[in-house]
T-cell receptor, first 111, second 114 residues
Framework: DAKTTQPPSMDCAEGRAANLPCNHS???????VYWYRQIHSQGPQYIIH???NNETNEMASLIITEDRKSSTLILPHATLRDTAVYYC????????????FGKGTRLSVIA | GAVVSQHPSWVICKSGTSVKIECRSL??????MFWYRQFPKQSLMLMAT?????????EQGVEKDKFLINHASLTVSTLTVTSAHPEDSSFYIC??????????FGPGTRLTVL
């Protein structure tokens, strides 16, 4: 079973920041938070991951609460091409552990 | 970097035939690859974990004799759907353990069994 909870859908105006929440209240101390997105009929695309510090890359920022029980993915300036299903996944550090996908959040960016 | 390819991107076959899907890590070696399938309007479901040079580990409910996985090299894993039937029609996606232990996904293969 997925260990994360995400809203099923969200809308965001083009050009505005999209803030996607994720609850992972049962996360273990060594588990990372990963975010992927899947654009229709494509394979999932890696976005970002973190352990406890906030992270930023060219795609997004990841804010993890101090107690690590929730996180927020921020797309600073959403475009129509960011319309996708976004998955928040927790996973131990071993690369041999597969990602288990929940239902994710369907983000619709509206012009 | 960290690109994973899949071939073919789509395939249509007749019921009872076998179909092979190839997953390839293009710019890194992948000792571990994973196979998922996705039915319409559903999330990805893990089918199996494939380790180079050893037998794949299948998830509960996935028939290992029907979904044959071979991972004979550090860059290629193949999934063969044997004696395919219409209920096997799905979107098959592979991923590979890449740099930083991050999983990188292929673009997927859409299988339609008539």
């Amino acid at each position: 079973d997925a260990k994360t909870t995400q809203p099923p859908s969200m809308d965001c105006a083009e050009g505005r920041a999209a803030n996607l929440p994720c609850n992972h209240s049962t996360i273990s101390g060594n588990e990372y938070v990963y975010w992927y997105r899947q654009i229709h009929s494509q394979g999932p695309q890696y976005i970002i991951h973190g352990l406890k510090n906030n992270e930023t890359n060219e795609m997004a920022s990841l804010i993890i609460t101090e107690d690590r029980k929730s996180s927020t993915l921020i797309l600073p300036h959403a475009t129509l091409r960011d319309t996708a299903v976004y998955y928040c996944i927790v996973r131990p550090p071993s690369g041999n552990t597969p990602l288990v996908f929940g239902k994710g959040t369907r983000l619709s960016v509206i012009a | 970097g960290a690109v994973v390819s899949q071939h073919p991107s789509w395939v249509i076959c007749k019921s009872g035939t076998s179909v092979k899907i190839e997953c390839r890590s293009l710019d890194f070696q992948a000792t571990t690859m994973f196979w998922y399938r996705q039915f319409p309007k559903q999330s990805l479901m893990l089918m199996a974990t494939s380790n180079e040079g050893s037998k794949a580990t299948y998830e509960q409910g996935v028939e290992k004799d029907k979904f044959l996985i071979n991972h004979a090299s550090l860059t290629v894993s193949t999934l063969t759907v044997t004696s395919a039937h219409p209920e096997d029609s799905s979107f098959y996606i592979c991923s590979a353990r890449g740099p930083g232990d991050t999983q990188y996904f292929g673009p997927g293969t859409r299988l339609t069994v008539l």
